[in-house]
């Protein structure tokens, strides 16, 4: 009988860290009709599934992060009707842990969550003392990303009848890095059935290796007979080239059509807005990367690290479109006008189809064939 030869394992699935950015600008603050004169604020914060192991970093130009929630300026309403401009930025940094195979999939599928909280006080406001204000109305925007579009909304959000008014919100949102998991995220503890009604519990994540992201979790490092070389099996070097490949693709994509955006919504900003921007061949750009690493496979040590740089340059790149965009873009009237007639374009077209589904039954529907 032959000998028994232990089987090559595959690797298993890895993990990769990506890097959401979202920015939201609060433009203006209409009172419709508040019922009390008083200091208002609007609080916000970004809500990810805990399913997917996830750090938020708020930040905001001046001191109003308080527990994962930007607090906006605050500003006192004294008549009906009244108007005020708030103009804001407030920047959600989501880091998050992914299947390297199945990133655009997991982030078009997020189910991510904006909630605005209004605050009021018809007492004496203390500046940078936020418990002196309460929460008296709340709103959530489900936010749907895509990986190839990113997000650039217009909305206005109107809070609850008992606190009539309406706050004009812009957002965008675009990936900006994926890379190696770089720090530890929290990572849901599943339940048993003895302690499902335990409190949700977590665990850190554990950083892993660079050679065991890019060859796979189940690449065991191991020495050549003369030592001089370190040994890589076929399966692990064919997933350090899908890695690769995957990663560099979605990057690009991102890049593309964050760079589409950015040139479609300059063509109509001022020209003392506008910026010049370079057209790169990002299919020339991939196969060049992905030529350069096939080309280290004799090396498994140079190929980790090969990976890892490329994958550091087409963040920075992407890193550095996103910075332009945001300090060309925001807080743009011509940009949000923009927005809002696409908004207002979207809305009466769903409620065209609705009317029409109301008006033709099912079947009707379905028979329906418009005259020439």
């Known amino acids: 009988m032959p000998p028994d030869v232990d089987p090559i394992p595959k690797p298993k699935m890895t993990e990769v860290q990506a890097t959401v950015e979202f920015s939201v600008e609060l433009h203006k603050f209409y009172n419709v009709d508040l019922f009390q004169r008083g200091f208002y604020q609007i609080r916000a914060g970004l809500k990810v599934p805990p399913r997917v192991p996830h750090k938020v970093e708020p930040s905001l130009l001046h001191p109003g992060v308080q527990d994962d929630v930007i607090c906006s300026k605050t500003f006192q309403i004294l008549y009906k009707n009244e108007e005020v401009v708030v103009n804001d930025v407030l920047v959600f940094k989501v880091m998050m842990l992914l299947d390297e195979k199945k990133v655009e999939e997991s982030l078009n599928d997020i ?40 997000i650039h909304q217009h909305v206005n959000v109107m809070f609850d009848y008992f606190h009539l008014s309406v706050m004009s919100v812009a957002i ?53 007979p003369d030592g001089r070389t370190f040994l890589v099996s076929d399966p692990c070097l064919q997933h350090a080239f899908s890695l690769h490949h995957n990663l560099c ?23 003392s807005h506008r910026m010049e921007l370079e057209q790169l061949d990002l299919e020339a750009r991939l196969a060049e990367l992905c030529e350069h ?3 280290k ?11 890892n740089m490329n994958l550091a340059q087409l963040c920075s790149l992407l890193m550095a479109l996103w910075g332009q965009f945001l300090e060309v873009v925001s807080l743009q009237e011509h940009v949000a006008a923009l927005l809002a007639m696409e908004h207002h374009t979207l809305r009466v077209r769903r409620f065209a189809e609705a009317f029409f ?11 329906y064939q418009e005259l020439q």
């Open 297 to 307: 496979a004799e090396s498994p040590d140079e190929l980790a690290e090969l990976v």
């Open 111 to 150: 189910d991510f969550q904006l909630f605005l909280d209004l605050y009021f006080t018809d007492g004496d406001y203390t500046q940078g003392d936020p418990s002196s204000l309460q929460n008296i109305s709340g709103r959530t925007l489900r936010l749907h990303f895509s990986l190839q579009r990113g």
């Open 172 to 224: 965008h949102a675009s990936l900006v890095a994926l890379h190696q998991p770089l720090i530890s995220l929290p990572r849901p503890v599943k339940t048993t059935w003895l302690n499902r009604n335990a409190p949700p519990q977590s665990k850190d994540s554990v950083i892993p290796l660079l050679e065991n992201v890019v060859f796979g979790g189940s690449y065991v490092k191991q020495t050549s």
């Open 357 to 367: 589904c109301l008006e033709h039954p099912r079947q009707s529907a379905l028979a």
């Open 249 to 271: 693709s979605n990057l690009l994509l991102a890049y593309r059509g964050l760079f589409d955006y950015f040139t479609s919504i300059t063509r109509d900003l001022p020209s």
């Open 293 to 295: 690493v096939k080309q």
